[in-house]
């Protein structure tokens, strides 16, 4: 699993334009930018707000409290008997593979059955998992807020609705956050290949520097800005 990491380090030291970057999702809008009698246009893309809902320890946790780490969220329930036991087994590999590197990647697992899995539903279903609820936190709280940072923070469900009894979101996806709260990635959380893909992105945008990129990092990131 640490593997790619050691490959983009190699590749990187050799071929400058051999590694594809993970991209920016949802851009929000385009500044004009003049500087120097020069315009340029920056694309401002999405930053996930910060939002706190209660983990299967009990404790009140948000995105704040973990400013130097990569987020990996998904949304579950614990009673589910389709999709999200294969979502879980393969953020399990993660966990696994991360286990010496928890300052790294931190895992959030939202319910979408808040009535139903309270803290302690959720802890009682990680203990059998035997997820680590340091560096994997499996949150519960109101079902319109969680509801609402799924529609449009994550942008996981095209369909609208009020978090009332009879909504309901169900989706395999799996949503990699960069350190800056920017959307990084999308994946199958029921593809057991994806896992490897996953700790391929988290390598690379751990190398990633925000600030002094050398020029070839700067085009990729910054098309049509030179």
Known sequence: ????????????HYREDAVPLPRYYIAERVDTVKKDGKTTYD??????KDFTFTNQMGKQVSLHDMPHKMVLVNFFFTSCPS?????????????KAYIKSDSLLQLMSLTVDPERDSSETLRQYGLKRNIN???????TG???DIYDLARHEFFV????????????????K?????????????????????????????AVLHLEKAKNRPPFLKRIFNPGTE
């Not at 694309?43 to 996930?48: D, F, L, N, R, W």
């Open 133 to 139: 609820p340091d560096n994997w936190w499996l949150l």
């Open 1 to 12: 699993m640490l593997l790619p990491l050691v490959g983009y380090l190699i590749v990187d």
């Open 174 to 202: 799996l949503i990699l956050l960069d350190k800056d709260r920017h959307i990084r990635g999308y994946y199958d959380g029921t593809d057991s290949n994806v896992v490897r893909q996953i700790a391929n992105d988290i």
């Open 83 to 95: 999709i999200c036991p294969k979502m879980m087994a393969n953020l399990e590999k993660l966990q």
């Open 43 to 48: 694309t401002v893309y999405h930053t996930v």
């Open 142 to 144: 109101n079902k319109k």
């Open 157 to 172: 469900s095209v369909t609208e609705g009020d978090g009332g009894p009879d909504d309901f979101i169900h989706t395999e």
